[in-house]
T-cell receptor, first 113, second 108 residues
């Protein structure tokens, strides 16, 4: 099993550009989520999904979109990148919601200039 | 507002010098408290889940305990490979709320 795979690992965007961060898991987990990690602030939830076709907002959803067409994939779209979105993004999956062990990807370091 | 506070922010230990990391929380209806380890440039890695006050869990040199207001991660006789950031998170139902972590450095 590869676990949770995120691509790309690094990305530099110009303000106003859009892009998609990819996340795939091969553990057949229903629950997937996206976090951003900023210095001194801990991980903050952006969006999450409890299964294919079902998504919901987390703590900091503005400027991001998600969709979940398959169990395996949960891409995160930045609609119009802003410098405030410079961060490290982590995708996570778990078997059954937030009360079970979450498996995290290696992260995507995004810089918006 | 639900909060998770970890202390200290950073801790430097000598190899073999035992210590404890603290995670205090103010949430209503705790559904689980999680400890993760994060190495530089990597995603968090699960260590423990605690569900009720008085519960304890151990793994190698690590032991996690839980009270109604805080959790401790005790590190006994640490080794340099224990150097990492340790994250605490609480489950509020639909999301995990993370603390900002404790950066642990163990010097040989």
């Amino acid at each position: 099993n590869a676990g949770v795979t995120q691509t790309p690992k690094f990305q530099v965007l110009k303000t106003g550009q859009s892009m998609t961060l990819q996340c795939a898991q091969d553990m057949n987990h229903e629950y997937m989520s996206w976090y951003r990690q900023d210095p001194g602030m801990g991980l903050r939830l952006i969006h999450y999904s409890v299964g294919a076709g079902i998504t919901d907002q987390g703590e900091v959803p503005n400027g991001y979109n998600v969709s979940r067409s398959t169990t395996e994939d949960f891409p995160l779209r930045l609609l119009s990148a802003a410098p405030s979105q410079t961060s490290v993004y982590f995708c996570a999956s778990s078997y059954s919601g937030q009360n079970t062990e979450a498996f995290f990807g290696q992260g995507t370091r995004l810089t918006v200039v | 507002e639900d909060q998770v506070t970890q202390s200290p922010e950073a801790l430097r230990l000598q190899e073999g010098e035992s210590s404890s990391l603290n995670c205090s929380y103010t949430v209503s209806g705790l559904r689980g408290l999680f400890w993760y380890r994060q190495d530089p440039g990597k995603g968090p890695e699960f260590l423990f889940t605690l569900y009720s006050a008085g519960e304890e869990k151990e793994k190698e040199r690590l032991k996690a305990t839980l009270t109604k207001k805080e959790s401790f991660l005790h590190i006994t006789a640490p080794k340099p490979e224990d150097s990492a950031t340790y994250l605490c998170a609480v489950n509020q139902g639909r999301a995990l709320t993370f603390g900002s972590g404790t950066r642990l450095q163990v010097q040989p």
